[in-house]
């Protein structure tokens, strides 16, 4: 097994989910570190199932996949910028001084989804691998992105507070970001 590899698609893997875990934080603070713990928890879940997935499924669709895979990545995405963005305005146009920053499980598990549909392709690469270990590498990819995510949500709840007011902003510009990189990369 190649470890540089792994431990490097791990982190390129983890980042997606990191960057948003981090966002999260900077909408909730750190009153709401259990359902941040929860979400970097099932961020790397998802993205050690998704190349499990993908490693299942192997050659016969693959070719199919991986041409939908970046359209589909981007449509969820940019549908969570949609919905970061709007959610911006409503507090921009809400009179409470106070806004609770609320994050609920199921669009954490939304996030979870688009954060990692992309992983499915990682699956494919490591097809030359026997079961055993093309899990632990998939395995590695979940722990590592569930450490960094929630070290970045850690960092994004302490920069909660001078960001909260434009935390809707920043969400949605991350999300077409990551959407738009995931894009770009499958047209390029």
Do not use: H
């Not at 990545?73 to 409503?90: C, E, M, Y």
């Not at 609920?104 to 989804?113: D, G, K, S, W, Y």
């Amino acid at each position: 097994m190649d470890w540089p590899l792994i431990i490097i698609t791990s982190f390129n893997m983890a980042i997606d989910a990191s960057v948003t875990n981090a966002c999260n934080a900077v909408r909730t603070g750190l009153r709401k570190w259990g359902l941040l713990l929860l979400a970097a928890f099932l961020f790397g879940l998802f993205q050690a199932v998704m190349p499990t997935i993908g490693y299942f499924i192997g050659y016969a669709f693959r070719d199919a996949l991986e041409t939908y895979i970046p359209f589909i990545a981007f449509g969820l995405l940019t549908l969570l910028a949609i919905k970061s963005l709007v959610d911006f305005i409503k507090e921009l146009r809400s009179s409470e001084e106070e806004n609770s920053g609320e994050l609920r499980i199921p669009e954490v598990l939304f996030q979870a989804v688009a954060t990692s549909i992309d992983a499915l392709c990682i699956g494919f690469t490591f097809l030359s691998y026997s079961i055993p270990e093309a899990l632990i590498v998939f395995a590695c990819i979940g722990g590592i992105t569930f450490a960094v995510s929630f070290g970045c949500a850690l960092l994004g709840s302490i920069l909660s507070r001078p960001l909260k007011r434009y935390a809707g902003l920043i969400s949605a510009i991350v999300f077409f970001g990551i959407g738009l990189k995931i894009l770009l990369e499958a047209i390029l």
